[in-house]
């Protein structure tokens, strides 16, 4: 099964925050307890990987996490 595009806009641009917001809700109902990896985000949510680090880490801040990790592919970039 192939994940919605999370840019898939329907009614113009002047809906993206609306979009946004939306995304931003059903990334944080997904991943209550934890912090998604950028991989599930891409898949989840069919991000570019650029995108996934960068929803990744507002998450994180959001949230209050530390995303300074040693394990490959778990950094926030920038």
Same mark, same amino acid.
């Given at each position: ?17 609306? #979009? ?7 990334? =944080?109902?997904? @991943? +209550?307890? &934890? ?5 599930? #985000? ?7 990987? =650029?995108?996934? @680090? +960068?929803? &990744? ?22």
């Amino acid at each position: 099964m192939t994940a919605p595009r999370y840019s898939e806009e329907i009614g113009g641009p002047r809906h993206s925050v609306r #979009l946004g917001l939306l995304i931003a809700c059903r990334v =944080a109902d997904k @991943y +209550r307890r &934890r912090l998604p990896t950028v991989q599930e #985000l891409m898949d989840d949510f069919g991000m570019h990987r =650029a995108t996934a @680090y +960068r929803w &990744r880490a507002t998450l994180a801040e959001a949230r209050g996490i530390s995303t300074n990790s040693s394990t490959p592919g778990e950094n926030t970039h920038g």
